[in-house]
């Protein structure tokens, strides 16, 4: 049996398009180069594109009762900024790993969100002086305490946006000190922990 091939003339600049009924794209090659994409009328539930953000290295602020940004100063930080939406029914599946998360006095509490932009997703309902988050927990065992983490956020977005967004992790603490990625009562010890955090960002057509 032979192959049935199609494809697009010979010469840069020259793409083979497939498109619906209403003349929009739905899949095409790019520019002559082989490499493929999702038209704006891509199937509902296509992934169309992933990115992550990796954040490495000690972090700690003892900052108390404001929301804060993981980030080092230095362009290291627990940010996506995604690429432009395939179109603006696009959904974004956000999934947050802090490898390793610590708080030094038992009687604190350490709060979690994800940011979309400048506002918050995925936080529970606003009640009185409650403060709406993706989930929080209280330090434990003693004051130096040593391990509170893993912790995991997981939220799909729908943002209705044609433009690209930034996604993004944020903490807050009621007091005392807020660790990532190492442990409070660090030392050159085989069980103490150097982690890593990382955001990664899903777009599906919707």
Known sequence: MADFD??????????????????NIVLSTNNG??????GAVAPAGTVVNVQQAVFKGNYSDGTADTWKDLSNGSGNELKVTTATPLNSSSKFLIRVNLGAVFIDDASNIVYFRILRDSTAVGVGDDA???IPCYGAF????????NGCGPFSMEYLDSPSS???????????INGSTFYANYAKADS??????RAISTITVTEIAG
């Open 188 to 193: 050159d010890s085989s069980h103490f922990p």
């Open 128 to 130: 009185g002086s409650r």
């Open 138 to 145: 209280r330090g434990a065992y003693k004051e130096d305490i």
């Open 162 to 172: 044609s433009s690209a967004i930034v996604y993004k992790a944020q903490w807050r």
């Open 33 to 38: 180069t082989g490499a493929s994409s999702w």
């Open 6 to 23: 199609i494809k697009p003339a010979s010469g840069t600049g020259n793409s083979l398009r497939l498109k619906n009924e209403a003349g």
